[in-house]
């Protein structure tokens, strides 16, 4: 016994720094419980989605797209249109009147390129002749042309029937282009510039040109 306590001691004089050493170390990293119930996300949003893509450099949410980035045209649309008419007929001196109307389409986004066509109906009073005013025009449209940032650039052209008030009506063509922005995905704006003409109007040999330019707005679905 008297050999025990000796060895003992001196056993315990040995650990004693080590013990120090893993009771300091305890003392500097307290452990704390888990937290339960809720996973740690690295998305950081506003509304439980991704708020920035990196690949266009646009901001989404689940509300929808907003102002920035690529689009795709392809769609139908519905719209309206306004703006001012300038007519010339040989039976009549050049006229004038307010032109506006609706227009219903659909385009298709090839990547860079969209292609499209759509029908208009437009509301006019242009003098064409004598107490005859050109009242209504109807198109039949296609175009094409390239996507510019949100925007597209566009040639238009094909068949145009023009209506009047006591002249008759009368088949005819028109050619133009305009351009139009993508405001959000569902919301556009533009301008479009047509010429139209109608030879010999209803078999009366009077050749009627007319030259619209318009601002249009669509909504897309």
Not at 85 to 94: I, K, L, R, T, V
Not at 157 to 177: K, V
């Amino acid at each position: 016994m008297r050999l025990l306590l000796p060895a003992l001691a001196a056993s315990l004089a040995l650990a004693s720094p080590a013990l120090a050493q893993n009771a300091s170390d305890t003392a500097r990293a307290p452990a704390f419980p888990q937290a339960t119930g809720y996973p740690v996300s690295t998305d950081l949003s506003f509304d439980g989605q991704s708020e920035v893509s990196r690949s266009t450099n646009s901001v989404f949410s689940t509300r929808g797209r907003a102002i920035g980035g690529d689009v795709n045209w392809t769609g139908f649309y519905v719209g309206g249109q306004l703006g001012v008419a300038f007519g010339d007929a040989d039976f009549e001196s050049s006229d004038e009147s307010v032109i506006g109307g609706v227009t219903l389409g659909y385009d298709h986004d090839f990547g860079q390129w969209v292609l499209g066509g759509a029908l208009d109906y437009d509301f006019t009073d242009i003098d064409i002749a004598p107490n005859a005013s050109l009242e209504e025009i109807f198109r039949v449209k296609l175009r094409a042309g390239p996507k510019i940032g949100r925007g597209l650039l566009y040639g238009t052209g094909g068949y145009a029937y023009a209506d009047s008030d006591n002249m008759g009506s009368e088949n005819g063509w028109f050619i133009g282009g305009g351009y139009e922005y993508m405001v959000n995905d569902r919301f556009s704006v533009g301008g479009e510039l047509l010429y139209h003409e109608f030879d010999g109007f209803d078999g009366t040999g009077n050749d009627v040109d007319v030259t619209t330019v318009q601002v249009r707005a669509t909504f897309r679905f």
